[in-house]
């Protein structure tokens, strides 16, 4: 039997918001990476696993490839550096559009140093005329030698199917890593902690967010098995972000909390009794102690 079965890592890379998140919880079927408009949303490596006869595709989800602006900027670099070397596959998001930015110009650079096989998804074509996803297909090809171009959307599952069987092609034979009913390696905790700050990603503006970092201080299933009592901080870099988050007379972090619980509930399928609190920790983005405290590890 297991002749016939290939088993492999697959990395998803891509400016922020061009899908990345949303093509993954498409693919395996469930929510499991955090999706939002705001860019650095996925902070942590996240592997999700994908099953079928064939196989397993562990899609290994990293943080953005951009140019660092402070230090969990510069370790988000290296995570997603490191992994492109170490996978069987690499699928590079973008945008239905025949212009190559900068940002675009920093990754071609970066996979030039490389050997792994690079699928490009050119995602969102639902957004645009089909002349125009002729004209990117084009304008890419010019640019690197991709093993495959793959038009989809990603938010309509147009074209998802096609994906999955490219995969296989790029991955070894050899025995599966997961159980079959395994969908990702995130303990439930740290699930839990990307809602929260999904959520807060949501409702506040646009300058707190990023300086967001959730800790779930306890996370305790009562004796009847029907509850989950879960208390998690919320830390920001300044006093004033403080008072934006909990809002007037405690509305912000209501509207958070009742927003995180309803998604935890169904995510755990029982109830869920959430407290949150908001502590100011100045500048933790800058330090080296902090980063690492809130579970953001280079060593994984």
Known sequence: MEQNIKSGFVTLIGRPNVGKSTLMNHLIGQKIAITSKKPQTTRNRIQTVYTEEKGQIIFVDTPGIHKAKNKLGEYMVNVAERT??????VLWLVEPTSFIGAGERHIIEKLGKITTP??????????????EVL?????????????????LSALRGENTDILTELIFKYLPYGPMFYDEDTITDQPERQ?????????????????IPHGIAVTIERMKERRDGRITDIEATLICERDSHKGIIIGKGGAMLKK?????????????????????????????RDSDF??????????E
Do not use: C
């Open 84 to 89: 492109l070397q170490d996978v069987d596959a």
């Open 118 to 131: 690079v699928l490009l998804i050119i995602n969102k074509t639902d957004t645009v005329k089909p002349e």
């Open 135 to 151: 004209a990117a297909i084009d304008t890419y090809r010019r640019e690197y030698d991709f093993a495959e171009i793959v038009p």
């Open 191 to 207: 699930i839990v902690a990307e809602i929260i700050r999904e959520k807060s990603l949501h409702a506040l503006n646009e300058e």
């Open 256 to 284: 958070i909390g009742s927003n995180a619980r309803f998604e935890i509930e169904k995510m755990l399928e029982r109830q869920v009794n959430l407290k949150l609190w908001v502590k100011v920790k100045k500048d933790w």
């Open 290 to 299: 902090l980063i690492k405290n809130f579970g953001y590890r280079e060593e």
